[in-house]
């Protein structure tokens, strides 16, 4: 009963920490169900430690919370092997917290009792869960040690599933110790016990790892057999990250050996198909192999083009990194807080419980006039207890309210800080290589074009400054609001448009729909119709040949509108969200900062005003903007 009541109280926590899944509320009706139901206890600690192993990534206090309950009612039944499975799934939740002495700890305790059992199966599984342990840690020769125990573990069951297993763990620490031979050894003696289980996801791996040893001591005729024989596996699995692992692997194969144009074939597959399933860690390895591969072949402005693009991706996922780890070490103190909560509030509860029982059991003999004047009393004292709570409440959600818009606040400050910085400086980076390129070039006629990028490049260093000034004004300036005559307006956007580079490139219309004056700050104005009107040109449509954009005034009682479409390359429904967000850029036909929508977004903030983006792929982009008299 007691389990039960457990599971109870984190199911309630589980969801007031946040809007819980239909999944999550059948998870944990299923457990309690389990628990319930089942006569038989191995039943119920089998079902706690599934719901560990459920959770140790989603909510690890809660799945620690499920796998020491699992462990606590293994001791009870005495059940070894059972106690060792729960320190495995209470290991897990340690490796998700970082802690890898505690990992290391429960999974050795788990050897201990299935050596104890005589479970040789079990024994061989916890000596390959620390020999994980050792080598997240980077300790070779610990991890070696583990894993041949292991192996010598399988290979006395005739287990030839977990025998190739072992020995592809034995070849990935030999590979990452350089010891080549010793490795490939390993490698192909996994691959034929793969081959001949038919185990084929196994066997396209253990291709690839022969073909990165062999590329690794230069016989790059074998390296490119193997890979490409992984490559064949892979695609007769579907497999599309593999594909694009071995892709990237046999174009750095034809870069060993100055194939430069195969190299780069490939790393362009090798990248298509990354960007076919999303996966950044690929799509980054195809950028920095075509920036290397391209700029040995001279093709200096597109080898700077995928670089940027490295970093951009690279410095993407280290901030989703960053904040991911904030987000769990938040999440972890949260929920240790509630949960003290709950306990605290389960144990007043009891104790208040008590103390009426008590009360009770003591003005049994007393008159009916003075029992109704205590429970008047009573009464009295709670509803005040109560109201005092309820304004204790209130007053800390008010405190949370602005503690969070003020986090919010410095964490966009932080964010402005550090892309601003580094989109700062890496025009500046990039024209820097470009100089010592030009210095270097004794043809004037080439130096000459490596000068036409560094202006290129200040071009975009100007725009970026020139997103950063206007987003600064816009937030701090003193509003003044005038009737702008839209004869004057149209004709200044025009003029200034046309002194850009891309003036020539759209066909420029306005429609005052019957109206002749605006009311609003001419300044905020003109600084969005031409940041609207750069986003048209930056993305048209080159098949659609001169791109159309139509900007339309027009009032209706007291809120005025202004509309911009055009017939560029448009955008998805998820890039249309995301668009007016800072520093986004949702497509690497962007050359800016990502600052252009966050402008018109930060300008519609402070004229209190509302703008909505509709676009579709191919078809073009409407923005409207509606902006109170």
């Given amino acids: 009963m007691q389990t039960l009541v457990r599971v109870v109280l984190l199911s309630a926590l589980l969801c007031s920490s946040g809007p819980a899944s239909g999944q999550d509320h059948g998870i944990r009706d299923s457990l309690i169900t389990i628990l319930v139901s089942q006569d038989e206890d191995t039943a119920k600690v089998g079902a706690l430690n599934r719901y560990c192993a459920k959770y140790q990534n989603l909510h690890p206090d809660i799945a620690m919370e499920f796998g020491e309950m699992a462990l606590e009612l293994s001791l009870e039944l005495g059940n070894a092997l059972l106690q060792a499975a729960s320190l495995d799934q209470i290991a897990g939740v340690h490796w998700v917290f970082g802690d890898f002495e505690k990992q290391a700890e429960c999974h050795l305790r788990a050897l201990q009792l299935r050596e104890t059992a005589g479970d040789d199966r079990g024994v061989a599984e916890s000596l390959s869960n620390l020999g994980n342990v050792q080598f997240i840690q980077g300790n070779n020769d610990e991890a070696l040690e583990y894993y041949r125990r292991s192996l010598e573990k399988m290979r006395s069951l005739g287990d030839n599933r977990g025998i190739a297993g072992g020995l592809n763990n034995l070849g990935i620490v030999l590979h990452r110790k350089q010891e080549w031979a010793a490795a490939l050894e ?75 144009r195969k190299a780069e074939e490939y790393y362009r597959k090798g990248l298509e198909t990354a960007l076919q399933f999303g996966g950044r860690k690929w799509e980054m390895e195809s950028y920095l192999g075509l920036s290397n591969i391209l700029r040995k072949t001279g093709k200096y402005k597109e080898a700077l083009e995928f670089s940027e693009k490295y970093h951009l991706l690279q410095d993407s996922l280290f901030n989703l990194k960053s904040a991911a780890n904030i987000a769990k070490a938040e999440a972890r103190s949260e ?150 005559p839209l004869a004057d307006l149209t004709t200044e956007i025009n003029r200034i448009w046309i002194g850009t580079k891309e003036g020539s490139e759209l066909d420029l219309k306005f429609s005052w729909n019957g109206i002749n004056t605006f009311r609003s700050d001419r300044g905020v104005i003109t600084a969005i119709l031409l940041q609207l009107i750069h986003n048209s040109a930056t993305f048209r449509d080159p098949e659609k040949g001169k791109t159309s954009c139509l900007i339309q005034f027009s009032r209706n009682g007291k809120m005025q509108t202004i509309s911009v479409v055009d017939n560029g390359l448009g955008m998805n429904e998820k890039t249309t969200r995301k668009a007016p967000n800072m520093f986004f850029r949702g497509s690497f036909v962007s050359k800016g900062s990502g600052l252009g929508l966050f402008l018109v977004r930060t300008a519609m903030t402070r004229l209190q005003g509302k703008m909505t983006i509709e676009s579709q792929e191919k078809k073009g982009t409407k923005i409207t903007l509606e902006i109170p008299v």
């Fill in 186 to 260: 390993n490698y192909q003696e996994a691959l034929k016990l793969n081959q001949s289980a038919q185990n084929k996801e196994s066997a396209a791996k253990n291709m690839r790892n022969i073909g990165l040893i062999y590329l690794a001591i230069k016989d790059l005729d074998s390296a490119r057999i193997w890979q490409d024989a992984g490559l064949e596996l892979r695609v007769e699995l579907n497999d599309l990250p593999g594909q694009a692992g071995s892709l990237n692997s046999i174009a750095e194969i034809y870069d060993s050996s100055g194939n430069f």
């Fill in 335 to 484: 929920f240790a807080r509630r949960l003290q909560e709950r306990k605290l509030e389960t144990e007043t509860a009891g104790a208040i419980a008590e103390a009426t029982l008590s009360k009770e059991r003591m003005t049994r003999n007393v008159a009916i006039s003075a029992a109704g004047m205590i429970l008047i009393l009573a009464g009295i004292l709670y509803y005040q207890f109560r109201q005092k709570k309820r304004a204790n409440l209130i007053l800390e959600e008010r405190v949370n309210e602005r503690t969070g818009a003020l986090r919010k606040a410095n964490e966009e400050l932080n964010t402005f800080i550090y892309r601003a910085s580094h989109d700062l400086r890496s025009p500046l980076t990039s024209m820097r290589g470009l100089l010592d390129i030009a210095k270097s070039e004794k043809d004037p006629l080439k130096a000459g074009k490596f000068l036409d990028l560094v202006a290129n490049r200040l071009d975009h260093e100007d725009r970026i400054l020139s997103n950063l000034i206007n987003t600064i004004d816009i937030r701090e300036k003193n509003l003044e609001p005038i009737e702008i």
